[in-house]
């Protein structure tokens, strides 16, 4: 496990990753600071842009819009507006799907926690990734411990 760090992480200093939509970075994880509870990020989704259904059997997820407004589609059916402002919390094994449907870039933090066992029991994808083939975020540290 990575020496935890204290210290600011910039987000433009971590990879982006692009495999289920938009702009996501993890900015803090164990990766980046030697988090071990749980990790946290960016994501910028352009007009039109998504971010794949998936579930996190492991964690809940914790979604605040700083600009924009985004809709999230929880369990297939609900449809839920969030905008500049204003949090989420998405519990564990409920499918989420969040679509920037304005005219505007959205911009929002996320959070998850607690953190899978291993990195590839973090995310459940339940439709296709729209960039596939992109590799999973980087959020676990070096040797696959955490997600």
């Known amino acids: 496990m990575p020496e935890t760090r204290t210290g600011p992480v910039a987000a433009a200093d971590v990879p982006v990753n692009r495999r289920r939509g938009g702009d996501l970075r993890v900015v803090l994880g164990p990766k980046t600071c030697g ?18 259904e998936h579930y996190h059997p492991y964690s809940e997820e914790f979604l605040y819009v700083v600009r924009g407004r985004l809709t999230v589609r929880l369990d297939g059916t609900d449809e839920l507006s969030v905008g500049a402002g204003e949090g989420l919390m998405v ?40 960039n596939g083939a992109v590799g999973q975020p980087e959020v676990g540290a070096p040797g696959g411990s955490h997600q």
């Open 91 to 130: 519990p564990k094994n409920v499918r989420h799907r969040v679509t920037n449907t304005e005219d505007a870039e959205a911009f929002a933090v996320f959070q998850l926690c607690p953190l899978a066992p291993r990195p590839e029991l973090g995310h459940v994808d339940t439709e296709p990734p729209p």
């Open 35 to 52: 988090a071990t509870t749980g990790f946290m990020g960016t994501l910028v989704l352009a007009p039109g842009e998504f971010v794949s």
